[in-house]
């Protein structure tokens, strides 16, 4: 009889020996495992997402580790009119839209049920849910606070929404527009926080990129700097506390200045091909102005809505006349300096930094922010979540437009996206180089200190005619791990690994070709979220698409099978939960198939945890608790000597709690 390799393998099987649930020969000598999750890790290769055909509606397709569940175009009030971010409550996804908002049933995820379109013209539209609530973000001219399609005439009108719309849905198929918040920038975007210690408010925290409206359509509306006038609009947040037993009654209740001391940071230059398509767009007669240091073309939709403002200013009607365009390229530099900001020609000191956010992502578990703020990354206090402080600011001169946030779940990390060229732009060409336009990962040292780690990309070139920059997305509760999903716009939607933070690896995705391979059309997927099992994208000009995880060398049933355990109410992506897994065979069998990857345990002693949790599953009672506070024990005992000890030591405390459920 052949002797046990190890004392703790020795000492693991005579456990399970005791318990009754190995064989004495497969404690003498077991086997190797037989299953498990060592699939291959190998991408595909050439890459499929390189040449995908082009379409609207019929595009060709690349899935690489996900199933595409359904693809279902948006109702006729909504189409060719952009899609935006989404929201979770029940069974429902939420997804807005720059004339509304869209409301899916998700109960049978292979055929979504549209229950609500709910017209209501505002970009951008972002949503967010709590309880019965549901907020919308108005940041545009045309928005009206009666959601009448006709737009605002006016440059000045008390017509005109700009700032945070409020709606009772608790008859989510009959939404009820209850209030609205007026902000002197509007709201871009916008992230719900619920204080773990106030249970009678919600505090909304509004990030507004526009100019600053006038004092005549919103009293106390200051457009000069703070250095001019204390009161300005500029270099601030807003906070709005909203009482849940008067949700009528929000109002902003602080304009927090976190940016204070922050100097405009170094950037990078324009690419090769942005070079090249400069020198075209010149000679095309495109509107073309220098722009936070740099030379710009002005994006279609940005010159039609200035020159849509210059005709309201004259009084006119009907399509823009050159006359309009040489006023434009005349005042293109004042109105962008209205909208965005501009330094003082006065002051030969350095630029200010921002003005504002582009988005918080709020994590109360751990009373942490992530503010991705124009030109920088911050870390934010938000104990208090009327005043939240800065801890922690970092620019990067790789990183254009700072856009986006996400914390690892423990709250040791957090990654920061770069939009670079807007969103609008193609970002992910085969000589664009990959630190532009990509993700930031940081690891939070000490609670405050955010140390640079490592850039991440999609490795898939994308086209000319296809916007392509990172984007929104989310953590993806896979358990002892940092996976996330997150969208590319016409980059599709990429799975990343980011456990290792100097290491991210890309282990699923899913991409179309371009909507029009000789005419850039935008689309792409404007955000992807992970929600019950689900992951869930707005697609911004094809509609909302559902997938899932399928097993793979990198993610194993087991991994898949405990993510689908963590389940919510809602979900808004910026206010991000805490994933905790409850008690399952499925958590078990995860942690043990991680360390089948890291080699934490020896295949025998693999095989011997695998035969006592089958046994466990296999069994009941008395019984079953027996063998898996066995196991917990046996592991427990072997902890110290893995070479991947932290991971073991969770596994034991996942049979523990599994034994103490019953």
């Given at each position: 009889?052949?002797?046990?390799?190890?004392?703790?393998?020795?000492?693991?099987?005579?456990?399970?020996?005791?318990?009754?649930?190995?064989?004495?020969?497969?404690?003498?000598?077991?086997?190797?495992?037989?299953?498990?999750?060592?699939?291959s890790?190998?991408?595909?290769?050439?890459?499929?997402?390189?040449?995908?055909?082009?379409?609207?509606?019929?595009?060709?397709?690349?899935?690489?580790?996900?199933?595409?569940?359904?693809?279902?175009?948006?109702?006729?009030?909504?189409?060719?009119?952009?899609?935006?971010?989404?929201?979770?409550?029940?069974?429902?996804?939420?997804?807005?839209?720059?004339?509304?908002?869209?409301?899916?049933?998700?109960?049978?995820?292979?055929?979504?049920?549209?229950?609500?379109?709910?017209?209501?013209?505002?970009s951008?539209?972002?949503?967010?849910?709590?309880?019965?609530?549901?907020?919308?973000?108005?940041?545009?001219?045309?928005?009206?606070?009666?959601?009448?399609?006709?737009?605002?005439?006016?440059?000045?009108?008390?017509?005109?929404?700009?700032?945070?719309?409020?709606?009772?849905?608790?008859?989510?198929?009959?939404?009820?527009?209850?209030?609205?918040?007026?902000?002197?920038?509007?709201?871009?975007?916008?992230?719900?926080?619920?204080?773990?210690?106030?249970?009678?408010?919600?505090?909304?925290?509004?990030?507004?990129?526009?100019?600053?409206?006038?004092?005549?359509?919103?009293?106390?509306?200051?457009?000069?700097s703070?250095?001019?006038?204390?009161?300005?609009?500029?270099?601030?947040?807003?906070?709005?506390?909203?009482?849940?037993?008067?949700?009528?009654?929000?109002?902003?209740?602080?304009?927090?200045?976190?940016?204070?001391?922050?100097?405009?940071?170094?950037?990078?230059?324009?690419?090769?091909?942005?070079?090249?398509?400069?020198?075209?767009?010149?000679?095309?007669?495109?509107?073309?102005?220098?722009f936070?240091?740099?030379?710009?073309?002005?994006?279609?939709?940005?010159?039609?809505?200035?020159?849509?403002?210059?005709?309201?200013?004259?009084?006119?009607?009907?399509?823009?006349?050159?006359?309009?365009?040489?006023?434009?390229?005349?005042?293109?530099?004042?109105?962008?300096?209205?909208?965005?900001?501009?330094?003082?020609?006065?002051?030969?000191?350095?630029?200010?930094?921002?003005?504002?956010?582009?988005?918080?992502?709020?994590?109360?578990?751990?009373g942490?922010?992530?503010?991705?703020?124009e030109?920088?990354?911050?870390?934010?206090?938000?104990?208090?979540?009327?005043?939240?402080t800065?801890?922690?600011?970092?620019?990067?001169?790789?990183?254009?437009?700072?856009?986006?946030?996400?914390?690892?779940?423990?709250?040791?990390?957090?990654?920061?996206?770069?939009?670079?060229?807007?969103?609008?732009?193609?970002?992910?060409?085969?000589?664009?180089?990959?630190?532009?336009?990509?993700?930031?990962?940081?690891?939070?040292?000490?609670?405050?200190?955010?140390?640079?780690?490592?850039?991440?990309?999609?490795?898939?070139?994308?086209?000319t005619?296809?916007?392509?920059?990172?984007?929104?997305?989310?953590?993806?509760?896979?358990?002892?791990?940092?996976?996330?999903?997150?969208?590319?716009?016409?980059?599709?939607?990429?799975?990343?690994?980011?456990?290792?933070?100097?290491?991210?690896?890309?282990?699923?995705?899913?991409?179309?070709?371009?909507?029009?391979?000789?005419?850039?059309?935008?689309?792409?997927?404007?955000?992807?979220?992970?929600?019950?099992?689900?992951?869930?994208?707005?697609?911004?000009?094809?509609?909302?698409?559902?997938?899932?995880?399928?097993?793979?060398?990198?993610?194993?049933?087991?991994?898949?099978?405990?993510?689908?355990?963590?389940?919510f109410?809602?979900?808004?992506?910026?206010?991000?939960?805490?994933?905790?897994?409850?008690?399952?065979?499925?958590?078990?069998?995860?942690?043990a198939?991680q360390?089948?990857?890291?080699?934490?345990?020896?295949?025998?002693?693999?095989?011997?945890?695998?035969?006592?949790?089958?046994?466990?599953?296999?069994?009941?009672?008395?019984a079953?608790?027996?063998?898996?506070?066995?196991?917990a024990?046996?592991?427990?005992?072997?902890?110290?000597?893995?070479?991947?000890?932290?991971?073991?030591?969770?596994?034991?405390?996942?049979?523990?709690?599994?034994?103490?459920?019953?």
């Amino acid at each position: 009889m052949r002797p046990l390799a190890t004392p703790r393998l020795a000492a693991l099987g005579a456990a399970l020996l005791v318990a009754g649930c190995a064989s004495p020969a497969l404690v003498e000598a077991p086997a190797p495992p037989t299953s498990g999750p060592m699939m291959s890790t190998t991408a595909p290769s050439p890459d499929p997402r390189v040449g995908l055909g082009d379409g609207l509606f019929d595009a060709e397709q690349a899935l690489w580790n996900l199933d595409l569940v359904s693809e279902t175009a948006p109702p006729e009030a909504f189409v060719g009119v952009t899609n935006s971010d989404l929201a979770f409550t029940g069974p429902y996804a939420i997804q807005g839209n720059y004339n509304g908002i869209q409301v899916w049933d998700l109960t049978d995820p292979a055929a979504p049920e549209l229950v609500t379109e709910y017209v209501c013209p505002a970009s951008q539209s972002d949503v967010s849910v709590y309880g019965d609530l549901m907020f919308v973000s108005g940041e545009g001219l045309g928005g009206r606070l009666d959601c009448g399609t006709q737009g605002v005439d006016q440059a000045v009108s008390p017509d005109r929404l700009r700032g945070i719309r409020i709606f009772d849905i608790s008859n989510i198929r009959e939404p009820e527009y209850i209030a609205n918040v007026q902000t002197c920038r509007g709201s871009h975007t916008h992230s719900v926080l619920k204080d773990p210690d106030d249970d009678e408010n919600v505090y909304v925290y509004v990030s507004g990129s526009a100019g600053v409206r006038p004092a005549e359509e919103l009293p106390n509306c200051v457009s000069a700097s703070p250095t001019e006038d204390p009161n300005s609009a500029l270099f601030r947040i807003e906070v709005i506390r909203v009482p849940l037993d008067n949700p009528r009654a929000a109002a902003i209740v602080s304009s927090p200045r976190i940016f204070e001391g922050l100097t405009a940071p170094e950037t990078h230059g324009m690419a090769p091909d942005d070079v090249a398509a400069m020198d075209r767009a010149r000679a095309e007669g495109k509107f073309i102005a220098t722009f936070g240091g740099q030379e710009r073309v002005l994006p279609d939709p940005f010159a039609q809505m200035f020159l849509g403002q210059i005709v309201m200013e004259r009084g006119g009607e009907g399509a823009p006349t050159a006359a309009d365009s040489m006023a434009l390229r005349q005042r293109l530099p004042a109105l962008l300096a209205e909208r965005f900001g501009a330094p003082d020609p006065d002051d030969d000191g350095p630029r200010p930094g921002p003005t504002q956010c582009h988005d918080i992502t709020l994590y109360p578990a751990i009373g942490l922010a992530g503010g991705a703020c124009e030109g920088y990354g911050l870390l934010l206090d938000i104990r208090d979540p009327v005043n939240p402080t800065r801890l922690e600011a970092v620019a990067d001169s790789n990183f254009s437009y700072w856009h986006s946030a996400t914390f690892n779940n423990d709250g040791t990390k957090v990654l920061f996206t770069d939009e670079w060229g807007g969103g609008g732009q193609p970002k992910c060409r085969a000589s664009d180089p990959m630190e532009w336009g990509a993700n930031a990962i940081f690891t939070i040292e000490d609670g405050h200190d955010l140390d640079f780690q490592s850039y991440y990309k999609i490795p898939a070139a994308q086209t000319t005619t296809e916007n392509c920059v990172a984007h929104n997305g989310s953590l993806i509760p896979i358990p002892g791990r940092d996976v996330m999903v997150q969208s590319w716009y016409q980059g599709g939607i990429s799975v990343f690994d980011w456990t290792d933070p100097a290491n991210p690896v890309e282990i699923a995705y899913f991409d179309r070709g371009p909507i029009d391979a000789d005419e850039f059309q935008m689309g792409g997927s404007w955000s992807v979220y992970w929600y019950n099992g689900l992951i869930v994208s707005s697609e911004i000009a094809r509609g909302l698409d559902v997938l899932k995880l399928e097993p793979s060398g990198f993610l194993s049933a087991n991994e898949i099978a405990a993510a689908e355990t963590v389940r919510f109410d809602e979900l808004n992506a910026q206010g991000q939960p805490k994933y905790d897994w409850p008690p399952s065979f499925a958590l078990a069998g995860a942690y043990a198939d991680q360390l089948e990857r890291s080699r934490g345990l020896a295949p025998v002693e693999l095989a011997l945890v695998r035969t006592a949790l089958q046994t466990a599953e296999a069994g009941s009672g008395t019984a079953r608790r027996a063998t898996l506070m066995e196991l917990a024990t046996g592991l427990s005992g072997m902890a110290g000597d893995s070479p991947d000890a932290a991971k073991v030591t969770m596994l034991a405390e996942a049979v523990r709690a599994l034994a103490m459920a019953g």
